[in-house]
């Protein structure tokens, strides 16, 4: 049996307004987009079904999710929040954060984590990671990823590879560069 599909890469500022919930709300399960959007994804995977080409698929992804995209809008200080932190590559500290905002650290962190599901620490350290996953990947070194990263020494660099990858920032270097 032959399987093709669109695969969609979402921000978590993207997802929140496209899948019309906010992460919480889903509560870490797998949902299909079928009970999120109902008879419209229906729809748009029978259209998807019956394209003959994949630039016309993606057309009609494209156009769905342009449709899609009158869903709820986040709060702008967290939309805010979120674009500093990407911007700022996760080298932002929480209480910087929440004044740019003019909130308390405590609202911050509530607001945000109901709209993005996480926390804008918890982000912060994703969005960083994910800066030193591609400088890894890149070849640089564990002691220039963590220095360039904004991580406070290799072993904090170290440390959030372990949590986060299961291995050394070495052997994810080596799956990185053998896997791609």
């Not at 399960?29 to 998807?48: C, K, N, V, Y």
């Not at 709820?72 to 939309?79: D, H, K, L, R, Y």
């Amino acid at each position: 049996m032959r399987v093709e599909c669109v695969e969609v890469r979402l921000s978590p500022r993207a997802a929140y307004g496209l899948l019309g919930v906010s992460p919480p709300e889903l509560d870490g399960s797998i949902t299909s987009l079928a009970d999120l959007w109902g008879a419209p994804e229906r729809r748009l995977r029978e259209r998807l079904t019956e394209a003959t080409t994949w630039q016309e698929r993606l057309a009609l992804t494209e156009e769905f999710l342009t449709e899609r995209a009158a869903a709820p809008s986040m709060a702008p200080e967290v939309a805010a929040a979120w674009d500093t932190i990407v911007a700022r590559r996760g080298r932002i500290r929480v209480g910087d954060l929440a004044a740019s905002c003019g909130w308390s650290r405590k609202r911050l962190r509530t607001r945000f984590h109901a709209q993005l599901g996480l926390t804008p620490k918890r982000a912060a350290m994703l969005v960083r990671f994910d800066h030193a996953v591609r400088a890894l990947r890149a070849g640089e070194s564990a002691s220039t990823v963590a220095l360039t990263c904004g991580y406070a020494d290799q072993p904090h660099l170290h440390r959030d590879v372990a949590a986060l990858a299961g291995c050394t920032p070495g052997a994810l270097a080596h799956r990185l560069t053998s896997a791609g």
